[in-house]
């Protein structure tokens, strides 16, 4: 399991090590939800990262990001953890097979890596995020439903200047950027900057590039491609 970035360990009950033969049905769902669990990216755009306008780096980043965050431990107690994935599903909110922001963000704090700066106000990134999420789980904040987690939010955002709003607002950069740098949410809106070429490929860059015009090879945005 160590070595299986995406492996998922499933123990299915009243069966012995021939799961396909003994309980097809089972084997057949958790197939298909592991199977559904890659497929955040159509593959018109796999195609299109794939492709020859993306640069090796650039191809390796996105295909990274592709596989999910790295799961790491020890950065967050179980308490933190499930504050914070409550917490980004309303800050970011999705549909059902949604982008694993908190993993995404979990994942960032481990490496230690930010964007160079925090406010004065704030402790490093690991320890503004716990004492964060310890507030917000002293105030039940998982048990609460939509709105009334929503009300919790806003009354941190409205104490301006505030440890508690800094981080907040820290929190939302942080999750709008792993939301928008995937390539779940590139595919959604048809993001062709990436078809640039780069230092080790032939540079094919734009030739049209006028107002609502569009080149052959760029991809569609999600509601281009089912209407």
Request: include cysteine; charged fraction near 25%; aromatic fraction near 6%.
């Amino acid at each position: 399991m160590p070595h299986l970035r995406r492996g998922v360990l499933k123990t299915v009950a009243n069966c012995s090590h021939l799961v396909p033969m003994e309980c097809p049905p089972v084997m057949a769902q958790s197939l298909r939800e592991f199977l559904g669990g890659l497929e955040l990216v159509p593959e018109e755009y796999r195609a299109f990262i794939a492709s020859e306008r993306v640069s090796p780096r650039t191809r390796e980043v996105l295909e990274q990001r592709m596989l999910g965050p790295v799961e790491v431990s020890g950065v967050l107690t179980d308490e933190q953890a499930a504050t914070l994935r409550a917490m980004l599903a309303r800050v970011v909110p999705q549909e059902e097979r949604a982008i694993d922001l908190a993993g995404y963000v979990t994942a960032r704090l481990a490496s230690g890596k930010g964007d160079g700066w925090r406010f004065a106000v704030l402790p490093e990134d690991c320890e503004a995020y716990r004492e964060g999420l310890d507030g917000l789980a002293a105030k039940g904040f998982v048990g609460l439903d939509p709105d009334g987690q929503d009300e919790v939010l806003r009354e941190i955002a409205a104490e301006k200047d505030s440890a508690a709003a800094r981080w907040f607002e820290e929190v939302r950069g942080d999750a709008v950027s792993a939301y928008m740098s995937h390539p779940a949410t590139l595919a959604r809106i048809g993001y062709s900057g990436i078809g640039v070429g780069g230092a080790e490929t032939n540079y094919k860059g734009f030739v049209t590039i006028g107002p609502n015009e569009r080149e052959d090879w760029e991809p569609l945005a999600a509601g281009e491609r089912a209407g």
